[in-house]
């Protein structure tokens, strides 16, 4: 069973630069959770995609957006990136698109110069 | 509006003693309540939930209470060990957002 990946594992942009990250979902998950993890904080709540349509989202402008592809893969695209946007990006799968148990990937860190 | 605080940043216990980790939430709405687990340089992995029609869940050395009237719950590590060390997360779920609310976090540190 192959468990969630995410690509790159580490990134460095510069301000107002465009970014695209990459999840694969577990296998077996048809649901993917976005979650932005900030130094020092828990992990926050971006969006969520099951069955390839957005099904939730929370508090972060639509300068984050996603998609995610028939295999349940995803992406996670941030536009006109800002200096707050340095932090831990972490993809979670989940079989259903309410299920309160995440398998999380290892995360990206992503560094705004 | 923080709805799931962990208030302790960090703590500290010697092997073989009880780790307890505590978290309040504020949304009495919420449907479970579930405890993470990361190590650096790695994803969050699950450790244990309880619905909020129950008050105890217990998987081997890990327990956790829930007590509603307080909106407060927490963790106990027993016996605790080393390999235990880790930034522990409280999270908070409920059905009608499909997301999941996380406190900021506290350090265990286990120490030999």
């Known amino acids: 069973e192959t468990g969630v990946t995410q690509s790159p594992t580490h990134l460095i942009k510069t301000r107002g630069q465009q970014v695209t990250l990459r999840c694969s979902s577990q296998?077996?998950?048809?649901?993917v959770s976005w979650y932005q993890q900030a130094l020092g904080q828990g992990p926050q709540f971006i969006f969520q995609?099951?069955?390839?349509?957005?099904?939730g989202r929370g508090n972060f402008p639509p300068r984050f957006s996603g998609l995610q592809f028939p295999n349940y893969s995803s992406e996670l695209n941030v536009n006109a990136l800002e200096l707050d946007d340095s932090a831990l990006y972490l993809c979670?799968?989940?079989?259903?698109?309410?299920?309160?148990?995440?398998?999380f990937g290892s995360g990206t860190q992503l560094s705004v110069l | 509006d923080q709805q799931v605080k962990q208030n302790s940043p960090s703590l500290s216990v010697q092997e073989g003693r009880i780790s307890i980790l505590n978290c309040d939430y504020t949304?009495?709405?919420?449907?479970?309540f579930l405890w993470y687990k990361k190590y650096p340089a790695e994803g969050p992995t699950f450790l244990i939930s309880i619905s909020s029609i129950k008050d105890k869940n217990e998987d081997g050395r890990f327990t956790v209470f829930l007590n509603k009237s307080a909106k407060h719950l927490s963790l106990h590590i027993v016996p605790s060990q080393p390999g235990d060390s880790a930034v522990y997360f409280c999270?908070?779920?409920?059905?009608?957002?499909?997301?999941?609310?996380f406190g900021q976090g506290t350090e265990l540190s286990v120490k030999p």
């Open positions: 979670a799968s989940s079989f259903g698109g309410l299920n309160e148990k995440l398998f």
């Open positions: 995609y099951y069955r390839e349509e957005e099904n």
């Open positions: 999270a908070a779920f409920y059905n009608q957002g499909g997301k999941l609310i």
């Open positions: 296998s077996g998950h048809n649901t």
């Open positions: 949304n009495s709405m919420f449907d479970y």
